[in-house]
């Protein structure tokens, strides 16, 4: 039996690479959004944003506003004239500029100093610079008075220099007083403050999101049969209808199973996407999650005439469940009712099983759950779509 199963599931391979619009749409199309979006994600995280430096004080408090700015590893500053600053923000081929005017050291022992930000209008990523620059202002300003107040009330401690030196000190490693902030991701789902994203959130979401494409393309193979006349006569032949539909059933989990190896192989190899932390998790809530889609896949192709109708109802609904189920998005960013809604689907609970495991590495605890929701969807889609399923 097990040979008659495998040989219909072979059969049902087949079918689908014989068809160019099929293997352009659950195979080709899925690499190419995935290699693309993911680029996308992987050239933008970690990269520091560029600030461009002008020192016209050239004193020694003038370098440390610059060694106060490169501290902060998301910047990443160049030294260029007030002139080349102004025309490069002009133009929009800069976010930013910080300014050292001179006389900015004389300044801070005297009458006062100030720090001059340059942005361009259209960026709100500069605002970013200017936070940090009014926290470095405050660090300055505060070593100063006290350098201005002691120097000149106690000149037997030291100079404006000295005293500055031992009240900037006081900053290192942290400073007297410093808030820490903490992520609070308002989610019942795991209590974790980690959210996928960049590279992992794209390489999740298109591993579910295209999976059920591979299913739905798969189980049109069972309708072309049928318009044909082919399935009604595999009938006649010294095979029980249940190893017909078992065979066509492996088929589609087999075609979902490659898909989502490759999917995931080119997330781990090509963008980092940590999936072999902790792999059998992984291959558990996958393995759900393809039986999962198999079952949807089988019940739709069940209650519709013929492949046209299941072509047409497919992306819609896969692309429906994906953005329901939050392959688009963190579920954790949308409102309370939507995260609810995300449950009720398939896509949801691949999701979140996959986050769980593979951004917030919480391991095969975070598979259980998922894992049987998914496995009993399957077996509820399954079992009406092997029930209504018609052979003629």
């Given at each position: 039996m097990m040979r008659k199963v495998l040989a219909l599931a072979w059969l049902n391979a087949l079918q689908l690479l014989r068809n160019p619009g099929e293997v352009v749409g659950v195979i080709v199309l899925p690499l190419a959004l995935t290699m693309l979006f993911g680029s996308a994600f992987a050239g933008s995280e970690g990269k520091p944003m560029q600030v461009l430096f002008v020192d016209e004080d050239g004193s020694a408090y003038s370098a440390q506003v610059?060694?106060?700015l490169d501290a902060e590893e998301s910047f990443e500053t160049s030294a260029v004239a007030r002139s080349e600053a102004e025309h490069l923000i002009g133009e929009g081929d800069a976010a930013v500029a910080v300014i050292v005017p001179d006389g900015f050291g004389d300044g801070l022992a005297g009458d006062g100093a100030e720090i001059q930000v340059l942005r361009?209008?259209?960026?709100?990523s500069a605002f970013a610079v200017i936070s940090v620059v009014q926290g470095v202002s405050m660090r300055m300003s505060g070593n100063a008075e006290v350098a201005v107040y002691i120097s000149q009330g106690m000149p037997w401690v030291g100079d404006f220099d000295d005293v500055y030196a031992a009240s900037d000190a006081r900053w290192e490693p942290l400073p007297p007083i410093y808030a820490e902030g903490q992520t609070v991701v308002a989610s019942e789902v795991r209590g974790d403050s980690v959210m996928a994203e960049g590279a992992t959130l794209s390489s999740i979401g298109f591993t579910v999101w295209?999976?059920?494409?591979m299913t739905f393309g798969s189980a049109g193979g069972i309708l072309e049969e049928r318009e044909q006349g082919t399935l009604r006569r595999l009938l006649v032949a010294p095979v029980?209808?249940?190893t017909i539909m078992a065979g066509k059933i492996v088929g589609i989990v087999l075609a979902a199973a490659a898909q989502a190896l490759i999917l995931v192989g080119v997330g781990a190899l090509a963008f980092g996407v940590p999936w072999g932390r902790d792999p059998l998790p992984v291959a558990i809530v996958l393995g759900a999650y393809v039986l999962a889609g198999t079952g949807l896949a089988v019940m739709v192709s069940a209650l519709v005439r013929t492949r046209d109708q299941l072509g047409g109802l497919s992306p819609l609904i896969s692309t429906g469940l994906a953005m329901l189920g939050g392959?688009?998005?963190?579920i954790e960013v949308v409102a309370p009712v939507m995260q609810t809604v995300a449950k009720l689907?398939?896509?949801?609970?691949?999701?979140i099983g996959l986050t769980d495991i593979v951004a917030r590495n919480q391991g095969i605890e975070a598979a259980v759950l998922p894992t049987a929701v998914l496995l009993a969807f399957a077996v509820v889609s399954l079992i009406i779509g092997v029930r209504f399923l018609k052979f003629e």
């Amino acid at each position: 039996m097990m040979r008659k199963v495998l040989a219909l599931a072979w059969l049902n391979a087949l079918q689908l690479l014989r068809n160019p619009g099929e293997v352009v749409g659950v195979i080709v199309l899925p690499l190419a959004l995935t290699m693309l979006f993911g680029s996308a994600f992987a050239g933008s995280e970690g990269k520091p944003m560029q600030v461009l430096f002008v020192d016209e004080d050239g004193s020694a408090y003038s370098a440390q506003v610059r060694e106060l700015l490169d501290a902060e590893e998301s910047f990443e500053t160049s030294a260029v004239a007030r002139s080349e600053a102004e025309h490069l923000i002009g133009e929009g081929d800069a976010a930013v500029a910080v300014i050292v005017p001179d006389g900015f050291g004389d300044g801070l022992a005297g009458d006062g100093a100030e720090i001059q930000v340059l942005r361009d209008p259209a960026s709100e990523s500069a605002f970013a610079v200017i936070s940090v620059v009014q926290g470095v202002s405050m660090r300055m300003s505060g070593n100063a008075e006290v350098a201005v107040y002691i120097s000149q009330g106690m000149p037997w401690v030291g100079d404006f220099d000295d005293v500055y030196a031992a009240s900037d000190a006081r900053w290192e490693p942290l400073p007297p007083i410093y808030a820490e902030g903490q992520t609070v991701v308002a989610s019942e789902v795991r209590g974790d403050s980690v959210m996928a994203e960049g590279a992992t959130l794209s390489s999740i979401g298109f591993t579910v999101w295209f999976m059920l494409f591979m299913t739905f393309g798969s189980a049109g193979g069972i309708l072309e049969e049928r318009e044909q006349g082919t399935l009604r006569r595999l009938l006649v032949a010294p095979v029980t209808r249940g190893t017909i539909m078992a065979g066509k059933i492996v088929g589609i989990v087999l075609a979902a199973a490659a898909q989502a190896l490759i999917l995931v192989g080119v997330g781990a190899l090509a963008f980092g996407v940590p999936w072999g932390r902790d792999p059998l998790p992984v291959a558990i809530v996958l393995g759900a999650y393809v039986l999962a889609g198999t079952g949807l896949a089988v019940m739709v192709s069940a209650l519709v005439r013929t492949r046209d109708q299941l072509g047409g109802l497919s992306p819609l609904i896969s692309t429906g469940l994906a953005m329901l189920g939050g392959c688009l998005w963190p579920i954790e960013v949308v409102a309370p009712v939507m995260q609810t809604v995300a449950k009720l689907t398939p896509t949801g609970w691949a999701v979140i099983g996959l986050t769980d495991i593979v951004a917030r590495n919480q391991g095969i605890e975070a598979a259980v759950l998922p894992t049987a929701v998914l496995l009993a969807f399957a077996v509820v889609s399954l079992i009406i779509g092997v029930r209504f399923l018609k052979f003629e």
